[in-house]
């Protein structure tokens, strides 16, 4: 069975998706999981999608530009904040980033989005993001990792692909897969613990672990506890 440092507790929460209230709500839940269970070593591990969908991008980024667990913090990069950072420097994105939630959060910058929802303005809309966004957001988005790995899994945004050592594993494949990783029933090196495709609940399998459980939609936001060899979840 899959485990971690006996010293070491790590929880590792999906896809936030502008979901502000839920963050604060899960922010909550680590810290009552804390108190009736103390721990020596934390961490707390996001696996990405921050933005798009749900209402509150920037608020999501501003909670977590300054880590608001009550651990240590590693964020993960998914592949929304991969359009984010590309719409700020190539406006021809946008017609795929709005169909994949992104004017939701050009809205929650203050952008205006009537033009956009007809297939216009993108350009603009893409210098008024640029003037809007926080140096401290653009700084953040910045220093996201593309995965971590701990003792007997690896964490990462959508998947690994099967075969390639985990070491070698390509950004686009991270940030994106889903087929051939999701239909995989090999061991992948580690338990891979993962985003990116949205189930009803937590989905624990032999090589990996699906977290994202659509929070922008459902409300269901879902941590997974890792702690010696036990998996445990929190949930809003």
């Not at 707390?44 to 913090?73: A, H, K, Q």
């Not at 051939?180 to 009803?200: Q, Y």
Request: with cysteine; glycine share 10%; hydrophobic share 40%.
């Amino acid at each position: 069975m899959a485990g971690i440092e006996t010293q070491l507790r790590v929880y590792v929460i999906g896809d936030i998706h502008g979901r502000s209230d839920l963050l604060d709500r899960m922010v909550g839940e680590i810290n009552r999981d804390l108190e009736a269970r103390p721990a020596a070593e934390t961490l707390t591990v996001t696996l990405g999608d921050y933005v798009d969908r749900g209402p509150d991008s920037r608020g999501v980024l501003d909670r977590l530009i300054c880590n608001p667990f009550p651990t240590e913090y590693i964020a993960l990069k998914g592949n929304h904040e991969e359009l984010f950072e590309i719409f700020l420097r190539d406006p021809t994105i946008g017609p795929r980033w709005r169909q994949l939630g992104g004017l939701e959060t050009l809205y929650s910058y203050g952008v205006p989005v009537a033009a956009l929802m007809v297939g216009k303005g993108f350009e603009e809309a893409s210098r008024a993001l640029r003037e809007r966004v926080p140096k401290a957001h653009l700084s953040f988005l910045g220093s996201l990792k593309l995965s971590f790995s701990v003792a007997d899994y690896f964490l990462c945004h959508a998947g690994v692909r099967p075969g390639i050592p985990l070491e070698s594993q390509a950004a686009e494949d991270l940030l994106w897969i889903r087929g051939t990783f999701l239909s995989s029933k090999t061991s992948l090196g580690k338990v891979v613990v993962h985003g990116h495709t949205p189930t009803d609940a937590p989905e624990v399998l032999p090589n990996r672990i699906n977290i994202d459980t659509g929070a922008f939609l459902t409300g269901r936001l879902t941590c997974l506890v890792l702690e010696g060899s036990s998996q445990r979840f929190l949930c809003t």
